[in-house]
């Protein structure tokens, strides 16, 4: 039994920290969207803003790893400074 409860928690070591870049990249995606759609209500039809909306598909799709040499975050990628990440381990464990 505690075999299967390491190999739970070795497997929510890997899941979370994926899922969390996830929920950041695709909350940031929609609410730059939600902005978008209400600048463009007015503006456009409603067959585009859907076609918009698709990107929010596209994103649940593909995975938060996933770069482009084209990008933003590419260019200054190199220019910002490392961050490290301390985690705090309790005795106990």
Do not use: C, H
Not at 8 to 34: A, E, H
Request: glycine share 6%.
């Amino acid at each position: 039994m505690s075999g299967l409860i390491s190999w739970l928690n070795s497997l929510g070591d890997v899941f979370v920290p994926f899922t969390i870049r996830m929920l950041i990249q695709s909350s940031v995606l929609i609410l730059i969207l939600l902005l978008l759609d209400f600048v463009l209500r007015r503006r456009v039809r409603a067959v585009v803003r859907y076609w918009i909306w698709l990107l929010v598909l596209a994103k649940l799709l593909l995975p938060p790893s996933l770069s482009s040499p084209t990008s933003l975050v590419s260019w200054i990628g190199g220019r910002l400074p490392e961050t490290t990440i301390v985690s705090f381990v309790p005795a106990g464990r």
